[in-house]
């Protein structure tokens, strides 16, 4: 599901509108949802962080660098999917590996586990 939101355009200046009173504003209803909590880093999550493997490849070439990636965490903590956001390309598959065995602490919103997602920074320096 997508996260839905409204920006609103500088071209459309609102007009200065007479006050509403409370009985004027309708009750506020539910645009969209999702089966997720957003959030931007997922660094104050992590449990356990596996050993990571710098590809061979890269180390022959001297590649270094971060590597973005969006991860969606399960209600207990578990990683269910990640895609690669950005990052040098010889270290995306490595990231991806260590990111799948990484382990995070459950979230509850209101008292109920929900599943979080969002970005997480690899780094890879020699």
């Given at each position: 599901?997508l996260?839905?939101?409204?920006?609103?355009?500088?071209?459309?200046?609102?007009?200065a509108?007479?006050k509403?009173?409370?009985?004027?504003?309708?009750?506020?209803?539910k645009?969209?949802?999702?089966?997720?909590?957003?959030?931007l880093?997922?660094?104050?999550?992590?449990e356990?962080?596996?050993?990571?493997?710098y590809?061979?490849e890269?180390k022959?070439?001297?590649?270094s660098?971060?590597?973005?990636?969006?991860?969606?965490?399960?209600?207990?903590?578990?990683?269910?999917?990640?895609?690669?956001?950005?990052?040098?390309?010889?270290?995306?598959?490595?990231?991806?590996?260590?990111?799948?065995?990484?382990?995070?602490?459950?979230?509850?919103?209101?008292?109920?586990?929900?599943?979080?997602?969002?970005r997480?920074?690899?780094?890879?320096?020699?």
């Open positions: 599901m996260l839905c939101c409204t920006v609103a355009s500088a071209q459309h200046k609102q007009r509108r007479p509403a009173s409370a009985t004027d504003i309708p009750p506020v209803r645009a969209c949802s999702i089966d997720y909590l957003p959030a880093h997922l660094e104050q999550w992590i356990q962080t596996p050993k990571l493997i590809p061979e890269a022959a070439r001297n590649i660098g971060a590597v973005f990636v969006w991860v969606k965490i399960d209600e207990a903590g578990k990683v269910i999917s990640s895609m690669i956001v950005s990052g040098p390309p010889l270290l995306q598959d490595a990231a991806l590996r260590a990111v799948s065995e990484m382990r995070f602490r459950g979230t509850k919103v209101d008292g109920h586990p929900i599943k979080v997602g969002g997480l920074r690899i780094d890879f320096t020699m």
